[in-house]
Nanobody, 116 residues
Framework: QVHLVESGGGLVQPGGSLRLSCAAS????????LGWYRQAPGKQRELVAT???????NYADSVKGRFTISRDNAKNTVRLQMNSLKPEDTAGYYC??????????WGQGTQVTVSS
């Protein structure tokens, strides 16, 4: 049983910044990758950014250069620094954990709204 607890969502003006955080707890024996996905109303959930256990990162083209994913292995925490936010970034953001044995876990989602 793994739990992902997210924080940092909210309302921000275009061009502003937010930092999302996700802490994993429970029966975690290994972590292959941590990441963030987002889903806007009426749209499919899409990858935002991931980071693997060796530090390799992957970003969606739409956020590359604006968002930065990082992790703290000691705390089983993944963070997403979001800069230069745009209205199209508005979505529910979901933390994701891949243990490495074929399973996966999701957070409850946190809302990010970018609006003037």
């Amino acid at each position: 049983q793994v739990h992902l607890v997210e924080s940092g969502g909210g309302l921000v003006q275009p061009g502003g910044s937010l930092r999302l955080s996700c802490a994993a707890s429970g029966n975690i024996f290994s972590i292959y990758a941590l990441g963030w996905y987002r889903q806007a109303p009426g749209k499919q959930r899409e990858l935002v950014a991931t980071i693997t256990n060796d530090g390799s990162t992957n970003y969606a083209d739409s956020v590359k250069g604006r968002f930065t994913i990082s992790r703290d292995n000691a705390k089983n925490t993944v963070r997403l620094q979001m800069n230069s936010l745009k209205p199209e970034d508005t979505a529910g953001y979901y933390c994701h954990l891949e243990p490495g044995w074929g399973s996966e876990y999701w957070g409850q989602g946190t809302q990010v709204t970018v609006s003037s």
